[in-house]
């Protein structure tokens, strides 16, 4: 379908696979080991780490970031994102995202940021 | 009284997530779905009652979701948002009747949004009594 009769639209693409540079404290859990991350930036394809090491391209991976805001104030939200590393050196590890979901953080968790 | 709250569906994950960082510093709660469906699920489960809903349009059943709240909260504001065309024809019709000046068709930022649906949600809270 067109845009409706006169009206425009920004000559490119707003947001297609546009990566949101997020600095955000995170974990993850590759080959059952779990370690802190950083994030870089997040798309609706992957997110860029910092974690302390390379880690293996080809494997899979869960990236765990505390969602920024609390539900209603009081219920604390996760982030579970499950991916593949895609690549990884001193720059940082891409991971493709396979699928995300949102958790709710036990309230034995303490957040990544603490 | 319960705490400003916004909807946002859109399968971007980064948008929202910087948009949900952009409105927690402004202490508005954002809950997030990727789906119409989810977004039910989400409303049901924490009995939410959404100030401002944000949607996608090219999520499919958005439009239904928004009907649907704007007759059950009283109120609520509902903000559309789109990167490349509209998937609802009354949509388009819609907002292109409310643009007086083309070029606010024009991508904002995240923290330009964030005030957009801070100022919906005062406007909502003030029209629902809550």
């Known amino acids: 379908m067109s845009p409706a009769p006169g009206l425009r639209f920004a ?43 390379s880690l293996p391209v080809g494997k899979q991976i869960q990236v765990l970031i505390d969602w920024p805001a609390l539900l209603d104030q009081r219920c604390p939200l996760r982030l579970v994102i499950t991916g593949r590393v895609l690549r990884s050196d001193s720059a940082g590890t891409a991971v493709g995202i396979i699928r995300y979901e949102f958790r709710i953080r036990p309230k034995s968790a303490a957040p990544f940021a603490a | 009284m319960s705490s400003p ?13 910087a948009l949900s960082m952009e ?33 996608n349009c090219s999520s499919p059943g958005a439009c239904a979701l928004a009907q649907d709240l704007a007759t059950q909260h009283k109120g609520i504001r509902v903000v559309a948002i789109t990167s490349a065309r509209f998937q609802c024809k009354q949509c388009a019709d819609r907002i292109a009747a409310s643009l007086r000046d083309s070029e606010d068709a024009s991508p904002l930022g995240i923290p330009h949004c964030a005030d957009i649906i801070e100022a919906l949600v005062k406007q909502s809270r003030q029209a629902g009594g809550s």
Request: proline share 4%; net charge positive.
């Open chain 1, 11 to 53: 000559p490119y693409e707003r947001r297609q696979n546009k990566r949101f540079p997020i600095t955000a404290q995170s974990q993850y859990i590759l080959g059952g080991n779990r370690a802190k991350a950083t994030t870089l930036d997040i798309s609706s394809g992957g997110v860029f780490l910092k974690a302390e090491k």
């Open chain 2, 23 to 55: 409105l927690s510093k402004r202490h508005i709660s954002v809950f997030p779905a990727r789906t119409a469906r989810e977004a039910r699920s989400t409303i049901t489960r924490f009995r939410l009652r959404p100030d401002t809903l944000v949607v």
């Open chain 2, 5 to 17: 709250t916004v909807l946002v569906l859109d399968g971007e994950l980064g948008f929202v997530f």
